[in-house]
């Protein structure tokens, strides 16, 4: 999908890296290794210092095993990458990894001690690809001798499961790439043939040479490159682009190594589950600049996304880019989860004057950070710290506003505020809302008395009441409350002087609470007002903690002003807390 950036190589034994990736087939001259990379070879004294330690009779101490995900017993120093593959010969490799056919075209995984193999066996159906009329004057082609073959990866025994599943994705694309330029023009065939040629005269030639024959297949093998270059993007980006046979091109991410706290990956499905939970009020922030995003793209890549790209802007949200890239809301959606995945961009809130925002805890203020350089250079004349400390406690951007500058510093202002962002040194606090009502005199009274815990806990719990459901307010389903039985007591309660149909309304959101929520939402004095009450019952949905503001807006078609002083009219049972949008503070963590 994406061209992949320089970096350096992680440190060995990384979790989310794979050990080794490895070529194998199987056909008429049984099972052979055509290729694996890494493939330097281990002294002697080594391999058998790797090989006593492997012994099942080896005496550890209780403090140097831990447990792998199987419940197997490690070393707590784990081995090197190239000793934890140097163990399996080419022969033996050739042997476990080739399998039958009945397991082609399914997940392959294989443990043994400290190594897990993951590859998706393929099987060449020649009888079908491969017909030649007999009337054909063109010369007969030889009919390939090649059953299945298979792309395995191979990783430390303790890898996330969803490496794994990432892992046996990618082999799993690249199988099928293969298996297409085996069809058409033996693709597969010519390079396993080319691979094996020049491992039988490398043996045959110098048979004390300690290079690996892999070593010459390297630069005469377009397949082994590209394998090669799989495995290094692996390591080092994450985004491998590879094009088989210059001709099928494979696009994999794995977002282990974009999507990063610190040290710690984040899992894939916790990405799913907020790429899931996108409105239509957040925006799209290009994490690059239009021109650099563009030229990554592939030449077959889809107008859509182009437009979405040149048209995106983090002023917009996304019901306004689909607009104004004249393309179905769904479409964008998915569009801009398919950018986000790859890590060109993030989901925000749009940028307004309203906007809170305040320094992340893990952005790096140091005086002379690369980001504090690179930020001199973006912007001259302001330096990142002094802008940094402007936002060490909670502030709005209407703030900075001056109604006396230049348009120009406000538009700058904006360029600063995107870069941080861009570079997660901010992130944005939104309004949530907690109905809270005060406890009664009695129970007051009960309290100071200290009575048993069995007596002050068996009341009924004031944060989630049974009859309301609490999900999103984007689903119909949600948002129609069931309405209980009426009693003379909660008709009572409700302000006289409005329609029945309104009455009713009312009353029926009302009764969803307990009896002491309801009487401490009617005591309020703006509760006498038939309009307020109304519109409070209608937005005690949200009430919840679990909504912050700008969804609200959104949802219910109003204004902050119309809900900023609703809220001041019920603060006596309202708690205004400010904190992150859960959704969107996946994407806003610090990179490494």
Known sequence: MYMQIEGKLPKMGERTSPVSVI???SGSRGNKLLFRYPFQRIPENLSSQTTKLRSPYALNTAGDT?????????????LTDEQLVAGFSDVILA???ATKSDMCGKKFELKIDNVRFVGHPTLLQHTHGIQVSKTDPSPKREMPTMILFSVVFALRANADPSVISCMHNLSRRIAIALQHEEHRCQYLTREAKLMLAIQDEVTTMAEGDPQSPFHHILPKCKLARDLKEAYDSLCTTGVVRLHINNWLEVSFCLPHKIHRVRCNHIPPEAIERSLKAIRPYHSLLLLDDEKSLLSELPLDCSPALVRVIKTCSAVKNLQQLAQDADLALLQVFQLAAHLVYWGKAIIIYPLCENNVYMLSPHANISLYSPLAEQFAQQFPGHDLPSMLAKFSLPVSLSEFKNPLAPPVQEAQLIQMVIW???HRLLMQLHTYVCLLAPPAEEELRL?????????RVGGRSLSTPSALSFGSPTSS????????????????????????????MTESLLASLSERERVAILNVPAAQ?????????RLLLYFRGRHHLEEIMYNENMRRSQLMTLF???????????HEDPIISLFQSPLD
């Open 66 to 78: 831990t447990e792998d995900p199987d419940g197997d017993s490690r070393e707590q120093n784990p």
């Open 95 to 97: 042997t476990i990894l």
């Open 568 to 578: 001041d009219k019920f603060r006596s049972v309202l708690v205004v807390t400010n």
């Open 23 to 25: 070529l194998v087939s």
């Open 477 to 504: 389903d949600d948002m129609t409350l069931t309405s209980p039985s009426m009693d003379n007591s909660s008709a009572e309660l409700v302000p006289r002087g409005d329609s029945p149909l309104n009455t009713r």
């Open 420 to 422: 941080m962002l861009q």
């Open 529 to 537: 007002n038939a309009e307020d009450l109304r519109m409070f019952a």
């Open 447 to 455: 309290r100071d008395e200290e009575l048993p815990l069995t007596a």
